[in-house]
């Protein structure tokens, strides 16, 4: 039996996606240059934009860091929003700014319309759920937190806090060990072929559940571990037919 359920955070129970974050970073740039005059907010919304994807590309896909030792969120972001706004010309603004957008990220993350109906069901069944997730501690706490994710979760094991990431397979060993159980007895859901599906794998992990919520990235070759879905709402019978019931 599939004792343990681990989720991925970021594109499978928390929807705060590109539009979503651009739309908070402009709320924020908004909000600067209604105090600060001759501050453009659409040059600073842009500015910062690009700073942060082109930190994000050189993180590679699914890890939302660089390799190394992981900064803060709050200390990249930082460092993020210094360089735009000197380049806007008001630098002094930086600590204003991320603090700003820290508030403002927290009111606008979100979680897909399918995630408590499906975690109400795994909880009732008696199954372990656990997060497994790449970044930074404190952003992605702060989204465990403002979601009211916490309540339906037994672990949560963060990159940024135990430096490994997915799709290595210590942080699954790591996870499991956490859940007090074994890796054929457990399996991890996520939307990323890269780290969750073929880090699962590789943890030999009883199940890897590829969630594909768009339908846009072609499926990958059959493997008698890896299962697909397309909502969460599809998860607990899945795993009662793993089950074997
Ligand atoms: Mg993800």
Redesign the pocket.
């Known amino acids: 039996m599939l004792t343990t359920v681990f989720f991925?955070?970021?594109?499978?129970l928390v929807d705060f996606g590109p539009n979503a974050w651009r739309g908070t970073v402009r709320a924020v740039c908004g909000g600067l240059a209604a105090a600060a005059p001759g501050l453009d907010a659409a040059a600073l919304a842009d500015a910062y934009v690009t700073r942060y994807v082109a930190r994000a590309r050189a993180a590679g896909p699914?890890a939302q860091h660089p390799p190394g030792p992981i900064p803060s969120a709050r200390t990249a972001w930082l460092g993020l929003w210094r360089q735009a706004l000197t380049e806007c010309r008001h630098p002094e603004l930086a600590e204003t700014a991320v603090d700003a957008y820290i508030e403002r990220r927290r009111t606008d993350y979100a979680l897909y319309e399918d995630v408590l109906g499906a975690l109400d069901e795994l909880r009732a069944a008696g199954r372990t759920i656990g997060v497994i997730t790449n970044g930074p501690g404190d952003a992605q706490r702060a989204k465990i937190a403002a979601t009211g994710l916490a309540r339906y979760l037994d672990l949560v094991v963060i990159s940024g806090e135990v430096e490994t990431a997915k799709p290595g397979r210590e942080i699954f060993d790591l996870a499991v060990g956490r859940a007090g159980s074994t890796a054929d007895h457990a399996c991890h859901v996520?939307?990323?072929l890269a780290?969750?599906v073929a880090g699962a794998r590789a943890a030999g992990l009883g199940a890897a559940i590829w969630l594909d919520r768009t339908g846009l990235v072609p499926a990958p070759g059959a493997d008698a571990r890896a299962y697909r879905i397309d909502t969460l709402r599809a998860l607990p019978a899945l795993l009662r037919d793993l089950d074997g019931h």
């Open positions: 991925d955070l970021d594109a499978t699914g996520g939307d990323s780290t969750d």
